[in-house]
């Protein structure tokens, strides 16, 4: 056998047992890639993804579309040929497998998460724009989970209104781990709380819920590996009553990261004239009730996906805008947006054509 021939056969064997060992070989990564990008003026599978009764609405044109990412699952084992390939496509990301389920967390786990952040993040999206509206709502702080086998456990239950702690009224979640942590470790604190079944039925009748009931729970010790602090082991949170429904219909999605088009959405529905002008604009990122945009995993592989739809405009998280704006896609505009204001003010010009005026992202912004 010539040499050339023998040195061609040994580098294709060799090159097929590397590939062989490579899909064999398992590395800690895990895959993004672009996901479904939906308008949240139009329909998704046969309906209408913002339903609003009880309150006039105007007829909406164009875009305003929420955007996803595609992910491996938790306990997929990606080989080493397909990290290979995803770090030299141009439309998927490698990343390491602890950066999308840290703490060894499930895909249970994070399933439950994400549909968590993402009924959280509808309801601030309504509360943010019926707040840009001027439209009332009425708010309290609820607890939000109880920890298993934690000093609250049997104690508080998840949806129970905290009105009190130790006496101090309750304004805010924060309040209440402010209120928690001035005992020591093994004090008492009182809550006085509205039990969860007890708002339900107040609120379905359109009424206050007066009666209240005092809980006395014995903190334990932080797992914090800094300075040990007195917990109850609950998270504590903020519920709503509105004055009239509005309904995001939206499947199999997750995260917090639609907020701040789903409010977007809900603002335009409420308003006369049109907000987009019949342009085609997609966006991301978090909404707290506030309005406040914040930033989001993830944002190479939505805007990819965003323009591959027909997106021409993209709302950027102010604190995502300069990883955006090292790959933007041809032909799309980033848009920074710092608030739901922000948002509102950049279509307004992009609707009246003024798309100079727009504030841009850059890699240094």
């Known amino acids: 056998m ?20 490579g899909v064999f070989i398992t590395v800690p990564y895990a895959e993004m890639s672009p ?26 044109t164009g875009h305003l579309n929420m955007t996803t990412v595609r992910v491996t699952s938790a306990d997929y084992n990606m080989n080493l040929v397909e990290a290979v390939y995803g770090w030299l496509a141009h439309d998927n990301k490698v990343v390491p497998h602890d950066t999308l389920y840290p703490d060894g967390k499930t895909e249970q786990q994070s399933t439950q998460e994400n549909a968590e952040e993402f009924s ?16 009332p709502v009425t708010s309290w702080v609820i607890v939000s989970t109880v920890v298993k086998d934690s000093p ?12 009190a702690v130790d006496g101090t009224t309750v304004k805010q979640p924060d309040d209440v781990a402010k209120l928690v942590t001035k005992h020591k470790p093994g004090e008492n604190v009182v809550f006085t709380i509205v039990p969860a079944k007890e708002q339900a039925a107040a609120v379905k009748a359109n009424k206050t ?34 004055p009239f429904t509005i309904d995001i219909k939206l499947a199999d999605v997750g995260g917090p990261s639609a907020g701040l088009m789903f409010a977007l959405g809900i603002y335009d529905k409420l308003t006369p004239g049109d907000l987009t002008g019949g ?38 998280p102010a604190e995502n805008c300069a990883e955006a704006a090292k790959d933007t896609p041809s032909g799309l505009q980033l848009v920074k947006v710092n608030t739901i204001k922000d948002a509102i003010s950049s279509l307004k010009l992009i609707n009246s054509g003024k798309t100079v005026d727009l504030p841009k992202c850059s890699t240094k912004s």
Not at 35 to 59: A, C, F, M, S
Not at 122 to 135: F, M, N, P, T
Not at 228 to 233: F, H, Y
């Open 120 to 135: 959280q993040s509808q309801e601030s999206a309504k509360v943010a724009a019926l707040d840009q509206l001027g439209i």
């Open 35 to 60: 996901g479904p990008t939906v308008n949240t003026l139009g329909n998704h599978d046969g309906e209408p993804v913002l339903q609003i009764n009880g309150r006039k609405t105007y007829p909406t």
């Open 279 to 316: 342009k085609f604009v997609a966006g991301t990122g978090t909404i707290d009730d506030d309005g406040k945009v914040g930033p989001i995993g993830g944002i190479s592989m939505k805007t990819v996906g965003a323009r591959s739809k027909g997106a021409k405009y993209f709302l950027t």
């Open 152 to 163: 609250a456990e049997g104690k508080l239950h998840a949806g129970d209104v905290i009105k």
């Open 2 to 21: 010539p040499r050339r021939t023998a040195t061609m056969l040994a580098s294709t064997l060799m090159l097929i047992a590397l590939l062989c060992a």
């Open 209 to 242: 819920a007066t009666a209240t009931k005092k809980i006395t729970i014995t903190t334990a010790t932080s797992d914090d590996s800094g300075a040990k602090r007195a917990i109850v082991g609950i998270s504590a949170g903020t519920d709503h009553t509105f």
